[in-house]
């Protein structure tokens, strides 16, 4: 069946060389196993203790998911695989945290196999597999190879990959050793072995420090440039490092351990870290916040733990600052803590800086406070007290996980065990900053009247009495402790004694979704689990959101009501890896939602025989809460028989997902069984547990046929409603039809009457806009008449005649200088040099004419220098009268000319005014 599915890279991606080992890989991880363990004992011996347990016996020839799928390396020795299993479940019992050897961050997925990180990228894998048929896709599956990340210090059994939140870092987690890897930006195009710039995290603080060892890590949400990674150890210790700047120091270091314990400090009353988490962002101090849990089950938390340079919203700063001004300010209600409250939001407000790519968000640089640290509130008080499944030994019950819920309105904490419990609390008091101060030491080892016994403690006493508060809401059971747990009774000195343990071991993980705030998973050792909160949640919403508008009226019923009705939680198995306690084991090692938009919703299983599950999930289809909107008037036509509107006969709310079926985001409703590799084809052997595990099968199958068979009964009754409801819509158009023929059509045919008179007004009033532009055009920009037309032409032609008297002035006047040249010549030979001194006025003539006569014609001063000439060698002298009629003769015609430029210039200066240009 699943040879004809359709290639997906979702049921393609576990054939990927990326979960494989080849034969010398494989060799040499078993080799490195036994020398970490030490193990010595023969393969014969393992493998008759291997045979002699049910589920284990494997077939001759069989693949396992360590080999390269070459038959020659599945027959040369099945035990080689038990052993490896063998080794790699001791491996895993040696580790002191849930492990998460699989990431992925959008498109790109590492996964660490043995000391290896291996690298694919799935949209490649998309393109490669999807829309290219059954036959190109297992060609590219059998040809696609992997990349391994080549990262120096790596000589410790990794736990955990942790990338930041910008995909640039990636923490490698071991027991007692942290390794951040410099992801390169090219990795898609590098070379198969790609090799990573990595350091050492803290090396002092974490190597070889004995049972203090490494429980989780985290990247801090607001650090500015992803660079603040959180350590947590056994001891209490968190140390938050930057290490884009200093990866051997600390940063900073909060202790969540109680007084007089340290670090050295072990034994049978010490309480020992398990794991913590962030605050809700939807709460105002939730990013700043850290909540602690230990193995006991206590809560502890810390609040503001920041980084020296962090990035926050300025609508969240905004919102503190408000609520620490908005605090009383007399000295009786302020305390030591509310005075540290001010002191720093001042000097946070004063670090504030603009960031450089976003106007929503601020720099801030963490406010120094020298005499107080950040004080450790807790631990919660449970109220009421969990249930306890099974009456467990604390090695056997210890917490494991915490895990804070995107939830609105109300805050939920998640805590998990090994027993397979789980508790779901709310958030009663939502985080607030809080410090602790120093102790000042007294002047003299006696007391007086003005010493305080509070101040002594380093702060108030009620602030020191109140513990915050988690109520408990539900308590799930995964069923695990049914099947794994067992039961020995002893007897001594008359009493008998019951002792429960579990026969595994069991390291929950806690997993948010990333889309949706209201369903979260966890994998342990025996498989996977969902759990959808959803239907107590949206009561809890309705609840908060009528005490918002003011609806005190039963509301205290309304809360009492949700408490008493006790809604569950919808709780389901994903996948089971272990059936029975002698089952070989096969945990989950690696979990991750995938919620890029091109690979689509869905989750992605890693066990440790390296065998790949894919789940395909469901985005949930917004559907309008009509129920929400007001109704909409009614109408009716005036006159008619039908007095009121239409009436729908489906009920509200609009029917949509089944809960059964498809509301849990395509999530199965029975599991599936993934086995280590050759188990499945083993010889099954019937004994009681076996046939057990059967029973809860079978029981599990019917459960499932039982609600399909639910959904198609609702469904089918949905359907006869919807039915009803279109015959009745029917019925109902028919009726609108026949109003609309009776009544409205009668007036169509005068409508359209009316319709055409307005067309024709229409039409001669466009008409009427036509002849009043065009009147306008014509006042604004007239045309020329047959007169003006005549008068223009009349100017054309005075022009020409300006022109040519114009030309012929220049003629006149060229001639005059001449003349005025030879006459001063004249004159200049006739009287000799003292003739020369003449007026001002007839010398600025004389000059003038000089120059004009060097530009008149060749031929006219050719002949009258021939006769200047011709004149200087005078035979005779003229007499003085003749020379006085010649003269006087000469004036009146240099009279003549000036009268005539004159004129010229007057006709000149009339004429340019004269705009002859214009139309």
Request: hydrophobic share 35%; glycine share 6%; with cysteine.
């Amino acid at each position: 069946m699943a040879s004809q599915q359709r290639p997906t890279w979702l049921n393609q991606l576990p054939a990927h060389s990326i979960f494989e080992l080849d034969e010398q890989e494989y060799l040499e991880w078993t080799r490195i196993n036994c020398n970490n363990n030490k193990a010595k004992a023969p393969v014969p011996k393992l493998l008759a203790k291997t045979n002699n347990t049910p589920f284990t016996s494997f077939q001759p020839g069989g693949t396992s998911r360590f080999s390269t799928g070459q038959q020659s390396f599945g027959q040369q020795s099945f035990g080689q695989q038990s052993f490896g299993l063998e080794e790699l479940q001791e491996e895993y019992k040696q580790a002191n945290q849930g492990l998460s050897c699989m990431v992925v961050y959008h498109q790109d997925m590492y996964v660490a196999v043995g000391r290896q990180i291996r690298y694919t990228n799935l949209s490649d894998l998309k393109n490669g597999v999807e829309n290219s048929g059954r036959v190109i896709a297992t060609e590219y599956i059998e040809n696609k190879q992997h990349k391994v990340l080549k990262v120096d210090n790596i000589d410790f059994d990794i736990r955990r990959l942790i990338i930041n939140q910008d995909g640039k870092l990636l923490a490698i987690i071991g027991d007692e050793k942290v390794v951040v890897a410099v992801l390169p930006k090219a990795i898609r195009q590098n070379p198969k072995a790609v090799s990573c710039k990595s350091f050492v995290v803290g090396e002092y603080y974490h190597i070889n420090k004995g049972p203090s060892k490494i429980v989780k890590a985290l990247w801090h949400p607001l650090s500015r440039g992803y660079t603040h990674l959180l350590v947590m150890t056994h001891d209490n210790i968190l140390r938050m490092y930057d290490v884009g700047e200093d990866f051997d120091e600390p940063e900073q270091a909060f202790s969540f351990a109680g007084e007089g314990q340290t670090s050295n400090t072990y034994g049978l009353d010490v309480d020992l870290a398990a794991s913590f988490c962030f605050g809700s962002k939807h709460s105002l101090w939730g990013p700043l916040a850290i909540y602690c849990l230990t193995q006991s089950g206590d809560v502890y938390m810390m609040c503001p733990i920041m980084p020296n340079c962090c990035v926050l919203k300025v609508s969240e700063l905004e919102s503190i600052r408000e609520q620490i001004e908005g605090k009383p300010h007399h000295a009786r209600t302020l305390s030591k803590s509310g005075c540290m409250e001010r002191e720093w939001l001042a000097e946070l407000l004063e670090s504030v800086q603009p960031h450089p790519f976003s106007d929503e968000v601020v720099i801030v640089r963490n406010p120094r406070i020298t005499n107080a640290k950040v004080a450790r509130q807790g631990p919660f008080l449970y109220q009421p007290a969990p249930i306890e499944p099974m009456e467990l030994e604390d090695d056997d019950n210890r917490a494991y996980d915490i895990l804070a819920l995107e939830t609105e309105p109300v805050g939920v904490l998640v805590l998990a065990y090994s027993s397979g419990k789980m508790d779901i609390c709310f958030i009663d008091d939502p985080p607030s900053a809080r410090w602790t101060f120093q102790r000042q030491p007294r002047k003299s080892s006696t007391y007086t009247l003005e010493d305080d016994d509070s101040d002594d403690d380093g702060q108030e006493g009620h602030e020191e009495d109140y513990l915050p508060t988690l109520s408990v809401y539900e308590t799930i059971d995964l069923g695990i402790l049914k099947v794994f747990g067992t039961t020995s009774s002893s007897r001594a000195a008359g009493y008998s004694m019951v002792e429960n343990r579990m026969s595994i071991p069991n390291h929950p993980v806690l997993v948010a979704d990333s889309i949706y705030s209201d369903i979260f998973y966890v994998y342990h050792d025996t498989g996977a689990h969902y759990v959808l909160i959803k239907p107590w949640l949206e009561e809890m919403a309705s609840i908060y959101a009528a005490s918002s508008q003011g609806a005190g009226a039963g509301l205290d019923d309304r809360i009492i009501k949700f408490y008493d009705a006790k809604i569950k939680s919808t709780v389901g198995c994903i996948v089971t890896t272990r059936l029975t306690r002698a089952s070989p084991p096969a945990p989950i090692v690696g979990f991750s939602v995938v919620t890029d938009a091109y690979l689509e919703y869905s989750l992605l299983l890693l066990t440790a025989s390296l065998q790949l599950v894919g789940q395909e999930l469901m985005t949930r289809p917004k559907m309008m809460n009509v129920a929400a909107y007001p109704q909409l008037p009614q109408y009716s036509i005036p006159g008619s028989k039908v007095k009121e509107g239409y009436q729908c006969t489906l009920t509200l709310p609009a029917f949509g997902t089944q809960d059964g079926l498809v509301a849990l985001n395509g999530l199965p409703l029975q599991p599936k069984i993934v086995l280590p590799p050759g188990v499945g084809s083993a010889k099954i052997t019937v004994t009681e547990e076996n046939l057990q595990f059967l029973n809860k099968m079978a029981r599990g199958v019917r459960e499932s046929l039982r609600e399909v068979y639910t959904a198609c009964d609702v469904a089918q009754q949905r359907l006869v409603a919807q039915e009803d409801e279109y015959t009745h819509q029917q019925q109902e158009v028919a009726m609108v039809h026949e109003r609309i023929k009776s009544t409205i059509q009668k007036k169509m045919q005068t409508q359209v009457d009316r319709q055409e008179a307005q067309s024709e007004l229409h039409k001669k009033l466009m008409a009427r806009v036509d002849e009043l532009l065009r009147k306008l055009t014509e006042t604004r920009g007239p045309e020329l008449n047959s007169a003006e037309k005549a008068w223009a032409i009349d100017v054309i032609k005075s022009e020409r005649v300006v022109k040519a008297f114009d030309e012929r002035r220049h003629r006149v006047q060229t001639q005059y200088e001449i003349l005025k040249r030879r006459m001063l010549e004249m004159q200049s030979f006739f009287h000799g040099p003292q003739q020369h001194e003449m007026s001002g006025a007839a010398e600025t003539k004389r000059q003038s004419s000089r120059a004009l006569m060097e530009t008149s014609e060749r031929g006219s001063l050719e002949s009258g220098r021939q006769s200047i000439v011709y004149q200087r060698q005078p035979t005779r002298r003229y007499g003085t009268s003749q020379l006085q009629a010649v003269e006087s003769a000469l004036s009146v015609e240099a009279q003549l000319l000036d009268t005539t430029m004159k004129m010229l210039s007057n006709v000149t200066s009339r004429l340019e005014v004269v705009d002859i240009s214009k139309d």
